[in-house]
């Protein structure tokens, strides 16, 4: 198919003289459009090349995109092909769409598989990519898609010429220049002003209207997360380092990997929270400091900020301090919502991982505060240090039985959440839902045995200093009492 969508003929001195029209921001009114299908921007493509993590840009790389292609849409010939047509690139059925493919620069047979791993499906790779261009336009009329491409001059009979004179009025407008009908047609068809008159990232990223703005059908606040849609992990692209200095995604780490959990301190993954290579559509915040970047996480995960103080992701905000792998702290500059799939959340003995070169908890709040709360009543115990406590039988297990023993007692449920995370999780949650009275002597309870075991854990792991401890605890108590009698 050759069809010119929007930018596809444009000189040197008119792209040069739009450019400079947005960098002044006087290209276009600050309406921001919206597509009627309520698809979201997959905002990850929208990330200048240097900013991807390591593991999107390779991703990226082996579908043919370089620096150049990455930051100027539509100008890596994958994007002329809607997702499924590359499922498979080694049995295509289309002789003449076989010898196009075999011609594009990618390294990988399957390039929808690695689509998918990026953060894309079908909906948001067809429209904000593709823009079912190329849809037939039976196919386009089966699916509705035709109605904003009629807006826009097209119908079934220029769509499919190959004859540039057919083309419609629109094809040869700039953004500024289409009618209010036709801006939201191309709007539906997942166009940004941007986009439409073909402007490379460093024009637009930082003057976007749609880039600063919350697409309305996500403006809700979400409700708080029930057990069953609970997710409380990091991306498969959030990058960790391995005891030999190897750096990996999150994707490909496994139980028993020594993983970095503070400044020169390795310690393994004994389970997985969450492990899910599947679920689609997962929504992290993506966290940028002045020296670190990618780091993606649900808003619900909790990141340690200045003070070692572990806070949901939520609340982080950009001039906020978060601590770093070092110790020191950095500034963040900047904060994205990204969609992905595949969710990971590996839990190491001090609770802790170093994920982008940022110290990380392994755990998540379910509530909106940092704190527990009881029937409104906030406890002083963070998320962090009850996540630690709740682990403290899943761990002594461990050290008991070592890693291959305690891998025979791993389960997990069909949404990839470990059985360890799953049932204790259901209890506290019942717990939460009782009045002060009921809650308060059922969690306490629950607790103190909880603080017990995790007593256990120290003898196990540390004897020597676990006695002394309780000795130098035992003796101030006594020199306590000694001086009230």
Known sequence: KKKVVGNKKRDFMKLAFISLSYLLGVAYSQTVYYNVREISM?????????????????????????????????????????YFIFQDTDNLDDKDLEKVVKNLDVSVSNVT???????FDEDTYDCWMNHYIWYDWDELVEFDFDDAWVKLGWDASNWESENENDLPDSEEKDWDELTPNEKQAAADLCFLPETW???SFSTFLDTSDYFEATEPWLKEDAAPPGFGAFQACFSAHTLVEREDGTVTPMKDLSLGDRVLVSNGKYEPIYTFGHFDTSVVNTEFLRINTRTSSGLELTPNHLIF???NQPVPASSIKIGGKVMMANGETDTVIRIQKVTRTGIF?????SGTIVTNGVLSSSFATIQESRYVSLGGFEIPLTYHQLGVIFESPHR?????????GCAVYEDYNEEGMSQ???KPMVVFQWVLKQ????GGILFLTSLTLLCMINLMELLVVNPASTIALVAAFVAHRRHRVKQMM
């Open 113 to 119: 598989a690695v689509l998918a791993e990026m953060g």
């Open 197 to 199: 008159d073909g402007m």
């Open 305 to 307: 900020t200045e003070g």
């Open 435 to 438: 009045n002060v009275i009921a």
């Open 345 to 349: 959340a590996p839990f190491t003995s």
């Open 396 to 404: 002594l297990l461990c050290h008991l039985l070592g890693s291959n």
């Open 42 to 82: 997959p905002r990850f493509r929208f990330e200048f090349w240097n900013a991807l993590s390591l593991g999107l840009r390779n991703d990226a790389l082996s579908i043919g995109y370089n620096q150049e292609t990455w930051q100027t849409m539509a100008t890596n010939q994958i994007e002329e092909y809607s």
């Open 420 to 422: 360890w995370v799953e």
